[in-house]
């Protein structure tokens, strides 16, 4: 079993920032990929970036060039740099990690955007 704790959402006005951390415990010997996806009122839950273990990433289109992933595998910790926060990336984030077949959800944090 893998344990995720993550930290860090909050309310931030327009163009502010924020960082989230997510840190794994447990049976994480063999993580490939960390991540971060969200889920908005009424959506789909969806992608937001990822990270492989040898460190390449992935955004989705609506965050590139605002937010940043990043990976401390010392310590099994993904963090997600948000930057220039709009509105529109108001959402419940969930971090995910994927442990050889397995993939395991953190409970989720709560980002709001005020306009």
């Known amino acids: 079993q893998v344990q995720l704790v993550e930290s860090g959402g909050g309310l931030v006005q327009a163009g502010g920032s924020l960082r989230l951390s997510c840190a794994a415990s447990?049976?994480?010997?063999?993580?490939?990929?960390m991540g971060w996806y969200r889920q908005a009122p009424g959506k789909q839950r969806e992608l937001v970036a990822a990270?492989?273990?040898?460190?390449?990433?992935n955004y989705a289109d609506s965050v590139k060039g605002r937010f940043t992933i990043s990976r401390d595998n010392a310590k099994s910790t993904v963090y997600l740099q948000m930057n220039s926060l709009k509105p529109e990336d108001t959402a419940v984030y969930y971090c995910?990690?994927?442990?050889?077949?397995?993939?395991?959800w953190g409970q989720g944090t709560q980002v709001t955007v005020s306009s």
């Open positions: 447990g049976s994480i010997f063999s993580i490939n990929a």
């Open positions: 995910w990690v994927a442990v050889l077949t397995t993939d395991y």
């Open positions: 990270i492989t273990s040898g460190g390449n990433t």
